[in-house]
């Protein structure tokens, strides 16, 4: 019992430091969320394609000159490859952005030190 009662408590104190963590952060980084991009895949699906853009609190006043586009094309191999781009305006100071989508889990991640610069990232989907 007195095992158990230790793993139980480690664990609670784990959960809080990583939780705290994620409070504090929220102080240093900004976050957009675009619209979603709706896609169709070559067998003719429709798919939403979600961007989280993380950007400095300095930066919200550009937020709105963020564009971003996606496109589908068959993947060779009976799925659908779908190419996310986001342009990242001058002047920004950096941002990190994560594409994905929800249906079928996958996401990819791109980043940049500045702005002025277009990031692409790619989502592998199993359906055409």
Known sequence: MRKRAVVVGALAAG???VGGQGIGSANV???LSDPPIQVVTPGGHYL???????LSPIDRHIAS??????????DGRGGTLITVHVNIPRGAHGAS???SNYRYEVKDSGG???GGITLTMTLDVPTS
């Open 15 to 17: 959960l809080l430091v």
């Open 29 to 31: 980084m900004w976050c």
């Open 48 to 54: 939403s394609v979600n961007n989280m853009i993380y």
């Open 65 to 74: 000159q963020i564009t971003d586009s996606a496109t589908a094309a068959p």
């Open 97 to 99: 952005v994560l594409s």
């Open 112 to 114: 940049t030190p500045n």
